[in-house]
């Protein structure tokens, strides 16, 4: 695959009044900024004649009005699709929802999909999770403008596991992610069949979501600059589109497949009766065994696989989801900021997601399996890179949220981000700034919260382009941090000191035995994984899925060669 390069880099010098600097004299960061406004138009796809698929169908993304609240409907933004060919139960609606339609599809499937574009604005969709070829990864560069097509061919070379559609244009991810643009994709394998779990009727998509309604009941989306460093955060939970879900199920085990399809609220999932989670997979499909959790946490970009036995339940009795009081992923600043009546629904705060009601008796149940699944699992010893991981480091500053040190550019490549075809790598997700056993300035987010006492000393991330440590440490928050392409192992997770208080409210809901592909890195927090980068060259990107932060830039990509 051949990278184009810029095209509008004159463009921006001169629109920047810089255009009488050689661009040797440009600091890199500079002209890491200006790839911003220059990505390349390219030619839409078009379909290949000698891909053969099993599946195909039509994708739209389309502006219509769903009900939503009682009362007037709601304008959003929707996939629908029709499908082509392939098998009838390829594609399922949920029942009025302005979510996308669940597509069910099976491992080694040939899939084709033709996006059709018929919003007012560029776009393009990506399949988060799939392991597929770059050109088809739905990367920004791809974006159609309204009218056009891109047509998408991939086989499904992914294990059983629950991936997500959404849209992935530059800067505007957020924007049509709140609008409607979601979708799950179910993928199916014979491993995962022979265990007949929960199917059918008693497998249920849980996409949670929040929302911000005006008094018309349409969507108010306005980040601005707190929402854009903090993330923006309705005060109505929908699942699958509908406020104060209420499932009326029989009194028998379900397969729950949960998805956070939120732009940056994160979750502390409970039963409210201490019943624990029984988890029987993450991101990249099933666990080796279901794992008992007291709750689990659920970041954006996520998805969790539930075991959910009612069978021992009375007809009428009823148990909810709760989301449960935690702290540490959005500093006392930022909260502070959340809590004009906007945002009534502070993050960490103890609140109902849904509600299962028991409805209906019924004698036999499914048996939960001992075992699930075998992962094929990698050694440091298996990596290209056991003494070097490849350093993936979050900065936060004042109106800026980065990766490795700059803000997104297209196929602006640092050493650290070209990584050799078929290779596994040792990766390490860190904190610029962090590491500093309460020296850094995240003490003062703390101090603002009446617990910790950080000094305010330097943290090591100097005074460099994040403009000033005040804010560094101040803007300390979570992020979860995805890679597209293949899932990974995480195989260490630490904590600095000042962070262990916060850390101590989430760190039982992390699930670190199955395969992942976003990943909460919590403040202070430095996670170690280990990812495959197999069968595909080309740019690979990786990017905090708050997604208000993958707009303003958090985001890199791999380049792989
Ligand atoms: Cu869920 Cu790059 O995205
Ligand atoms: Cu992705
Ligand atoms: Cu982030």
Redesign the pocket.
């Known amino acids: 695959m051949s990278i184009p390069k810029f095209q509008s880099r004159r463009r921006f010098l001169k629109q920047s009044g810089i255009g009488f600097l050689t661009l040797a004299s440009i600091p890199s960061w500079l002209s890491a900024a200006e790839g911003m406004h220059g990505m390349p138009v390219l030619p839409a796809r078009k379909a290949t004649a000698n891909f053969k698929p099993d599946v195909e169908l039509e994708l739209f993304c389309q502006n219509t009005e769903v009900p939503v609240l009682v009362g007037q409907k709601t304008r959003v933004q929707q996939y629908s699709a029709k499908l082509l060919q392939g098998p009838e139960q390829t594609l399922a609606e949920i029942p009025g929802s302005f979510l996308g339609p669940v597509i069910r599809l099976q491992k080694g499937q040939k899939v084709r999909i033709h996006l059709h574009n018929q919003l007012s604005e560029d776009t393009i969709t ?1 399949w ?2 799939l392991h597929v070829p770059a050109e088809v990864d739905g990367h920004p560069v791809y974006a159609i403008s309204p009218g056009q097509q891109f047509v998408y061919e991939f086989e499904i070379v992914n294990r059983a596991s629950m991936v997500i559609y959404h849209p992935h244009p530059h800067e505007a991810t957020a924007k049509q992610v709140y609008h409607g643009l979601a979708g799950a994709i179910i993928v199916n394998d014979e491993e995962e069949a022979a265990l007949g779990l929960p199917s059918g009727e008693f497998e249920i998509p849980i996409v949670i979501q929040d929302r911000l309604f005006d008094g018309q009941n349409q969507l108010i989306y306005s980040p601005g600059m707190h929402g854009n460093m903090f993330g923006f955060y309705g005060n109505r939970i929908l699942v699958n589109g509908h406020p104060e879900l209420q499932l009326d199920v029989a009194s028998r085990a379900y397969r729950l497949r949960f998805l956070n399809g939120s732009t940056a609220r994160i979750y502390k999932l409970a039963w409210d009766d201490g019943t624990p989670i029984t988890v029987l997979g993450v991101d990249g499909g099933l666990l080796e065994q279901p794992e008992n959790k007291p709750y689990v946490m659920l970041a954006p ?1 996520e998805r969790l696989d539930v075991w959910a036995d009612f069978s021992n339940r009375n007809v009428g009795s009823q148990l909810v989801m709760r989301s449960l009081a935690f702290s540490g992923v959005v500093p006392a600043m930022g909260m502070g900021m959340m809590s004009s009546q906007a945002y009534g629904l502070p993050v960490g705060s103890d609140y109902p997601i849904f509600t299962a009601r028991i409805s209906k008796k019924v004698t036999d149940s499914p048996k939960l399996p001992s075992t699930l699944s075998k992962i094929s699992r990698y050694n440091i010893g298996d990596t290209h890179n056991p003494n070097k991981p490849v350093p993936i480091t979050i900065s936060e500053g004042h109106m800026q949220m980065l990766l490795n040190g700059r803000p997104y550019a297209y196929n602006d490549i640092q050493d650290r981000e070209r990584i050799p075809l078929n290779t596994i790598q040792l990766m390490e997700i860190s904190h610029e700034h962090g590491g500093g056993h309460g020296m850094g300035m995240g003490g003062m987010g703390r101090m603002g919260m009446g617990h910790g006492m950080g000094g305010m000393g330097m943290g090591r991330g100097g005074m460099g382009m994040n403009g000033g440590m005040g804010m560094m440490g101040m803007m300390a928050m979570a992020h979860p941090i ?1 890679l ?1 392409g293949q899932s990974f192992q995480i195989i260490s997770r630490s904590i600095d000191s000042a962070n262990e208080r916060d850390y101590a409210t989430v760190n039982q809901g992390f699930i670190n035995s199955g395969l992942k ?1 976003t990943v909460l890195v919590m403040p202070g927090e430095t996670v170690r994984i280990i990812k495959p980068f197999q069968d595909y060259k080309g740019l690979f ?1 990786f990017h905090c899925h708050n997604l208000e932060h993958e707009d303003m830039g958090m985001m890199r990509e791999f380049l792989v060669e």
């Open positions: 990506h988060h999770g970009g995805h597209h592909d990107m």
